[in-house]
């Protein structure tokens, strides 16, 4: 069974542009969990999707948002980028989040310049 | 709102010592989850165990063990034995219909 896959695996970006993070869940999890990892903030909860609705939201800004597509695969975007955002952006995918298990990908490592 | 405290940063034991790591959250809720991940130096965040709220029964997996107090908002997690390949930070993590958090980590080191 194949895992959780995000691509890409680095990125860097300047300050103001915007990014794209993709994740393919494991085959027939239908949530998409997104986490921001920071030495600082640590593991945090960005959002969450289910069934292609977003069902749970963090505290973070609007410039983070999601989606997920039909076949269960997510995308995370974020706009405007600020210093702040570089971090190790998880993904993970579950039966259901609220009571099931994750399962995490390798991470999209974000540097902001 | 919801909280996780792992008051230990780090701990550090000799190769063959038990350890535990502990695990204190708080909620309102009358029905949550409650889980351990490990990352290990790879960083992927491997699952170890689920609890619900209404299984206080304590889970031993080969040298791994957990007991979940709910009388003391607990939910420790102890290493028989440590292994060198339990070096990795480990991280407790609350679930309910709403939200999900996680614990700072405890980072672990078991020295040869």
Same mark, same amino acid.
């Given at each position: 069974?194949? +895992? ?7 990125? @860097?970006?300047?300050?103001?542009? =915007? ?5 393919? &869940? ?5 949530? !998409? ?13 960005? #959002?969450?999707? #289910?069934?292609?609705?977003?069902? %749970?939201? +963090?505290?973070?800004?609007?410039? $983070?948002?999601?989606? =997920? $597509?039909?076949? *269960?695969?997510?995308?995370? %975007? ?25 399962? $995490?990908? &390798?991470?999209?490592?974000?540097? !902001?310049? | 709102?919801? /909280? ?6 780090? @701990?550090?034991? !000799?190769?063959?010592?038990? !350890? ?17 991940? /490990? =990352? ?12 619900? *709220? #209404? ?5 031993? *997996?080969?040298?791994?063990?957990? %007991?979940?107090? /709910? ?7 102890? @290493? ?17 219909? %709403?939200?999900?958090? $996680?614990?700072? +980590?405890?980072?672990?080191?078991? /020295?040869?």
């Amino acid at each position: 069974k194949a +895992g959780v896959t995000q691509t890409p695996r680095y990125l @860097i970006k300047t300050r103001g542009q =915007q990014v794209t993070l993709s994740c393919s &869940p494991i085959s027939g999890h239908r949530s !998409v969990s997104w986490y921001q990892q920071t030495p600082g903030q640590g593991l945090q909860f960005l #959002f969450e999707y #289910f069934s292609e609705t977003q069902r %749970n939201k +963090g505290n973070f800004p609007g410039r $983070f948002s999601g989606r =997920q $597509f039909s076949n *269960s695969r997510s995308e995370m %975007n974020v706009s405007t980028l600020e210093l702040g955002d570089s971090a190790l952006y998880l993904c993970a995918s579950s039966w259901d989040r609220r009571t099931y298990e994750q399962y $995490f990908g &390798p991470g999209t490592r974000l540097t !902001v310049t | 709102a919801q /909280k996780v405290t792992q008051a230990q940063t780090e @701990i550090s034991v !000799v190769e063959k010592e038990d !350890v535990t790591l502990d695990c204190v959250y708080e909620t309102r809720d009358t029905t949550y989850y409650l889980f351990w991940y /490990k =990352q290990p130096p790879s960083g992927e965040l491997v699952f170890l165990i689920r609890r619900n *709220s #209404f299984d206080e029964q304590n889970e031993i *997996s080969g040298r791994y063990s957990w %007991n979940f107090q /709910k009388s003391t908002s607990s939910f420790n997690f102890t @290493i028989t034995a440590s292994q060198v390949v339990d070096s990795a930070v480990y991280f407790c993590a609350l679930s309910n219909n %709403n939200d999900m958090r $996680f614990g700072a +980590g405890t980072r672990l080191t078991v /020295k040869p």
